[in-house]
């Protein structure tokens, strides 16, 4: 009967410790709750949903501080975030996500960027797969695009 219950004991623990180890859910940062969240928490700067009826099995956030040097920060521009949603390699949606200083700077910011809309102080843009359709010849996959936002000097999000 020891032997028996010995058994079960290491049986659970071993349970346990896979359970722990599982995969995460397929995005390049985040946690596996994150994931099956549908908000990603932006440094704690902004919030974004996941955009409605869109299917992805990748979502990937850059992030990049602006620089005093940068002729935006002269316009108050204070971050920029891009959060790429991907399915089977391609890109299906994109948000960019501008943290201003105030809402007047976004507010100009938004007209300057063309950007679909302002809440405070962060401008919003979104692009949808017909963007990324219409841009395949010239960046054929996610994985391009997001090298191409990395070697601008974008960085993963953690």
Not at 41 to 51: A, K
Not at 78 to 100: A, I, L, N, P
Request: net charge negative; aromatic share 8%.
């Amino acid at each position: 009967m020891k032997k028996l219950l010995a058994i079960l004991m290491v049986l659970m623990m071993t349970v346990g410790m896979l359970a722990a180890c599982k995969a995460p859910a397929a995005t390049d940062n985040g946690t596996e709750a994150e994931a099956a969240s549908n908000e990603l928490n932006l440094m704690d700067m902004y919030t974004i949903q996941d955009p409605e009826g869109v299917e992805y099995d990748q979502r990937t956030a850059l992030y990049a501080p602006t620089l005093e040097s940068d002729e935006n920060y002269a316009r108050g521009v204070r971050h920029t975030f891009v959060v790429f949603y991907g399915k089977d390699g391609k890109g299906v949606y994109m948000y960019e996500v501008t943290v201003c200083d105030t809402p007047e700077n976004a507010e100009a910011y938004k007209t300057l960027v063309d950007a679909d809309k302002v809440d405070g102080n962060v401008v919003i843009a979104t692009s949808d797969a017909a963007f990324f359709t219409a841009m395949e010849s010239f960046i054929p996959d996610l994985k391009t695009w997001i090298d191409n936002m990395s070697a601008s000097g974008l960085m993963p999000l953690e």
